[in-house]
C-alpha cells in the first residue's frame, strides 16, 4: 500500500500536512493552484486483500460528493481514479465540530435548539438532492459561518443512483449510538433514518447523555425497536416540554410517527410555541398485558413503519396559506382557504401554516406593545384561526401566524423561506391601475418565492371587474393587502 | 467516446425513426451498435433492414437476435405470436434481405466491449438475463470490461467486482447511471420497437466512456401508427395493443 509524506504531489495536488482521521482513509491538508478554496485530500486505506467496504465506501462518496452543492456540503474538488491513486479532493471546512461542542453537553436550550436548526437546515437541502446521508454524528458535522456542513458520504445513499454498498452488506451499516431502527433491519432509502439520528443527537445535545448508549452487537443495535430511551426530561428537567416533544417525535421508531421531512422539524425548532405536546400515556401495563406482550410475535418490520417516500413524494410537506383578513373574511378568503385545501388533501401528512399580516406603517413601531395593540393582534389570531377553522385540520398539522410587517410580501417571503415552506397560496385582488403601478403582494411573492406559489383570484364578471378597479382607484390604502 | 446501442427495433420503422432522430440531435455518436432484433413482431421488415445496411456501410455495427435467426433460416421454436411474425415476415422481404439477416455475426468485440444480443454465455441459445444467477453467468463467459445486450427488452445494469455476485440496478429512464473503473458491466438495453417496461417510449443505450456514465434514453415516438399498420397488416392485435401499454 501507498503511504504518502508531506511534500507529495498527487494530480497537482500538493499534500501539506496530515490531519487526524479515522480508519477508512487519511486527511491531508493540500494546495492546487488550480482551486481558489482550502483543500483537503481524503485518500482511502486500500490494503490488497483489506476490508472491501472501504472501496465500496470510496466509491460511493464519490459518486455521490461529485453531485451535491451548496452550502451545507464540502465543494467537490476532483478524484483520483480506483485505477490508479484514489482519493477526493474537497474543499476544506472552517468551523467548529459538533464532536467538540457534544463533550460539553448538557447545553442551554436555546443552543440546542439552534444547532438542530442548524442541522436540520443542512439536512433539507441534503435530502432535497435526493441523498440520505445514513451516518449522522457529531464527528460528520461541522457549525461553520456559512450554517452546518455535512461531511463524510460514505455510507450515504442517493436515490437515483445503485446502492452498490448496501447490495454488498448484509449487516447493518451505520453509527451505533445514532443508527435508526430501519437501517438496523437493512434499509438504507429513507431520509427519515437521518431525522432520529439527529434526534439522537438534539438528546445528546439536550441531557448529556447518548440515548442508546453504543450497543456493540447486532441485538445491542436492535434493542432500539423495542425500548424506548429515558425520556429527556427524566434526565434534565431543564428541558421545556417542547423541545422533549420534538426530539421524542424525531425518535419514533415508527416512520408513520416520526417527523417524515427536515423542514418540519426546523419549523418546530424556530417555532416552539406551536409545538403540539402530547400528553403521554403511561403504559397500563398489569402482569396480564406484560406476559402476552412476552409471547406476541411482533414483525420488526411492521414496527419501523412504511417508508416515507410514499408520502414526501404526494405533494408539499408544509403549505403557507396567506389571508388577508385586514377587512374580515371575505369572498377572497374564501377562495384562498378553498384552494388551501386543495393543496393539502395531496398529501395527507402536509402541514398548513396560516400566515395573516398586520401591518405597521413605520419600521420599529409595534402595535403589540400597548395594550390596544396587543388586543388588534389577538383580535387577527382569533380571525384567523376562524378562518382556517372550516378545513377541521387537528392541531399537529396546523399553525397560526400573525406577522407584524411594514410589507406584506416581504414577511411572506421571509417566514416561507426561513420554515422552509413547500407551496405558497395567496390571494390576489383584482387588477387596478394603481395595483399595477405599485406591484401588488402576490405579485413579489410569486417573483421571488423559492418554491411553487397558486395564486387565487375571484372569478369576476367583466362588470363587476370593472367596479372592483373604480373602488379601488379610490382607496389607495387597500392597495398592498391583497395577500 | 460515446456510443449509442440500439436493441430489438423490431421491424417498428416509427420507433427506429424517432431513435434514429435523437441519437443525432445528441451528436453523431463514434460508435452506433444495432444489437439485434431487427425484424420480428413489426409492421416494416424491409424499411428496417435497409436503414440498417444503410448505417452499416457508415460504419455501424450491427449482430444477430433471435428473431433474425428465425426468419433467416425459417425456425420456429418461438411463441405463437413470433413464429406468426416470422413467417408474415419471411413473405414480404427479398431473398437479399434475408441473406442480410443470415449473414450477421452472433456478437461483436470492440475495444473493451463485448456486444450480444443474449447473452455472453450460449449466444446461439438465446438465454435470457432476468435475474442475478443468468447475469454471473453471463459475465463469466466474457472478459470485457462490459458486456452489453438486450433479448429481455427490459433495462437493467449490472455492477460486478471479481470473486463477488453482481449487483442489479435498474437505471431510471434519461438519468445516467455510473460506470465504475474497478467493476465489470453487464448492460442490458431497452427495446427500440417494443418496450416492455411499462414505458412505451422507445428505448436506446448512450454511453459516455469520458464522464463513465450509461443512460437509458427514452424516446416517445407515434406508437399508434405502428398499432395501426400492424392491424391493417393482418399480424396479431396483440402486437399493436402491447405498444401503446409498453408490457
Redesign the interface.
Known sequence: MQRFEAGAVIDGFELVEKLPSGGMASLWRATNPRYDFPLVLKIPFLDPGGD?SV?LGF?AEE?IMKRLSGPHMPRFAASG???QVPYIAMEFVAGTGLADIVGKAPLPVDEVASIGTEIATALAALHRQKVVHLDLKPENIILAERGAVLLDFGLARHA???D?LG??SSVPMGTAAYISPEQVLGERSDPASDLFALGCLLYQLATGEEPFGRPATFAGMKRRLYHAPRSPRDINEAIPRWLEAIILRCMDVDRTRRYVEAAHVLSDLSNPDQVVVARRKPRDEGGWAAITRLFRKTDDRALVGRPTSSRTQAGPSIVLAAVDLANGSDALAGEVLSETARVLASRADSWLACVTVLKTEIIGETPATDESGRSVYLKRLVALKDWAHPLHLPEDRISYHVLEAVSPADAILNYAEHNDVGHIVVGARASSAIRRHLGSVSTKVVAQALCSVSVVRLKAVEEQGRQVERNSASEPRTVDEDQ | MRIAILSDIHANREAFDAVLEAVHERGSPDELVLLGDLVGYGPDPVYVIEKAAHLMADGALCIMGNHDEAVALNLSNMTENARFAVQWTRERIAPAHLDFLARLPLSLQSEDRLYVHASAERPGKWPYIRDVDSAERCLSASDARFVFCGHTHIPA?Y?A?PG?RP???QP?DN?A??L???RRHLVIAGAVGQPRDGNPAACFVLVDTQRHEVTMVRVPYDHEETARKIQAAGLPGWLGMRLKIGR
Open positions: 472491501v472501496i466509491e459518486l481514479s480506483l485505477a437515483e443512483l445503485p452498490l447490495a454488498e | 445494469i455492477y467486482l463477488r449487483v442489479h440496478f431510471l438519468v447511471a455510473p465504475s473503473d474497478l
